[in-house]
């Protein structure tokens, strides 16, 4: 079988941390402020994203030059997908809610950062000492990591793929209801989209969205130590 380009694996960092963050829009400098904050070594250190990389912040633009970051890992997050689909998608809802950055690009920028935009990842699995840890933008549809895995590895196409997508993408569910089940297979999973004024674990599933994309009502990067699943709060 194949592995599906959907999912990134990588190996155990032996060299330094493994952090994740959540949901950016656009707020690059601040978030590389935090990284300072905690003496971020990018020969070392690697950080993950849970996705929603532009829309809503000044920075949006800075997404092409942070992709080009060795150490640098986001899945895909609802945001991320407008751009993928942006000649299709519902613009004036994008819009709405933060794209009109991307409607100002020239026809060759906007396809330019299409096309790194499709290279995103829907999943994530990274090794640590405790176990696999899945980092997905909002939920996993199955309650078993590896579900999800055998599902897109044997190509699941059409409106299978799509629903997947859709719960991956966009789904609540689990925060809404405090469903406390967790995910099957993982040490633990690390999703966004939710924003939350602190992070929230329920089962093996955190929360870190905390805002660090609307710092003028109080939000805050959280950064997610992988390996003890430790959140940090780097404050300037």
């Known amino acids: 079988m194949t592995p599906s380009p959907l999912i990134r694996r990588f190996p155990q960092n032996a060299q330094g941390r493994d952090l994740a963050v959540g949901d950016i829009h656009g707020h690059f400098a601040l978030l590389q402020q935090a990284l300072d904050t905690l003496d971020f070594d990018p020969a070392r250190d690697r950080l993950f994203s ?28 609802n945001h991320d997908d407008y751009v993928c689909r942006y000649e299709s998608c519902d613009r004036e809802n994008w819009i709405r809610n933060g794209g009109g950055w991307f409607q100002h690009l020239t026809p060759a920028e906007q396809a330019a950062f299409a096309v790194h935009y499709r290279s995103l990842p829907l999943a994530i699995e990274v090794t640590t000492p405790a176990g696999p840890v899945g980092l997905l933008h909002a939920d996993c549809p199955f309650s078993s990591w590896q579900g999800l895995l055998d599902q897109l590895d044997a190509g699941v196409s059409g409106g299978r793929l799509r629903a997947i997508k859709n719960v991956c993408l966009w789904s609540r569910r689990r925060i809404e209801r405090l469903d406390e089940g967790g995910v099957a297979d993982l040490a633990a999973l690390v999703v966004g989209h939710t924003p939350v004024r602190v992070p929230v674990r329920l089962g093996n599933v955190h929360y870190i969205d905390t805002g660090g994309w609307y710092p003028e009502e109080g939000g805050y990067f959280t950064l997610l130590d992988l390996n003890t699943l430790t959140p940090h709060f780097p404050l300037p």
Not at 55 to 77: K, M, T, Y
């Open 50 to 77: 849970v996705g929603d990389l532009a829309d809503r912040g000044p920075e949006c633009s800075e997404v092409i030059h942070w992709l080009a970051r060795p150490w640098f890992h986001p899945v895909c997050g």
